[in-house]
């Protein structure tokens, strides 16, 4: 009898090496092959941080990380900052990204850039339903655990599981890129250290840009901020009172010829009775052109499109959003 629990545990102990082992390698394999993408490195950079040292965290699109400057945040709030933002982030991201990173840094506050609330439904109704790239960087960037199966639970049909916990799926093939490993290859080699989660445009607006925006057509069609979104608001607010973190939702500026040529006023009405709706501070960025220095004669200085900030930009806003912070508190 004895001999035959022994064999029984030696077959057991050899599974659990064996399922062990297939992990690691899954997990090697991934990070050499998995397509390079600031919103997975933001999550491996952040499980590096110090216990509190993301003394603010700042959730959304790459409205966040095109926007706000550490440094300038350091300068103005004496506060370490850092982005948890990804593309086409959406507020049912953003919730998740809190939930985890709650796990790890309590933030003296969170800042939500509020172009997050504009509607994809996280792409569930595509040509693809549920599966895009940029989803599924937010989602891979994620460790493993409750909240990750709880994120892909809530945001991917069932029959996606698999696809989404399991990107090895998605990017075997790659090993034949040379350039995606090559740049894995030194970003975990040490990498790593060097990665910013502030990324910030690195042209200026064009004059061929500019001009097809002051010529545009206005378009009266409303943005949508869509069910599952609010609700989402709703839950991060509702986790931040309970984690006793002042929330606020600053929306970037954008292009001014931009804002003229579009219903920008239906949707900013909608996003403040929405924050004040959870009694949260609401800064509109595109009412104070001039306060933050974004004169007429420099906005394609500051902007590479209609909506993404390059350094100088990026610099001017973050010193106005955190000045006017500062008076909230």
Partial sequence: MNKLRGRNLLILL????????????QLMAVRMLYPSNVGTRAWQRFYRLKKGEAELLVLGSSHAYSTFDPAVIQEIAGMNSYILASNSQTVVQAYFNLKEALR????EAVILEASSLDDNNNWRYGVTPDRDWK???????????????????????QENWSYALFPIV????????????GSNLAFWSGGIWNFSSFHPSV???SEETAALYAQAEYNPGEFVISETNVEHFHKLARLCREEEIPLYVVMAPMYDEYIRSVNYDSWAEKIMALA???GVYYLDCNRHYDEIGLEA??????????????????AKVSRFVMEKLQVQE
């Fill in 297 to 314: 004669i420099d906005f394609e200085d500051a902007f590479n499109g209609w909506h993404h900030l390059n350094g100088t930009g990026a």
């Fill in 203 to 205: 042209t200026f607006m």
């Fill in 104 to 107: 790890y840094q309590h933030p």
């Fill in 170 to 181: 998605r990017c075997h093939d790659n090993w034949e890129d040379i350039a995606t490993v």
């Fill in 135 to 157: 989803k599924e960087a937010n989602i891979d960037g994620m460790r493993f655990g409750l909240t990750k199966l709880e994120a892909v639970k809530e945001q991917y049909l």
């Fill in 276 to 278: 004040e709706s959870e």
């Fill in 14 to 25: 050899k599974w659990v090496l064996f399922i062990l082992l297939f992990f690691c390698i």
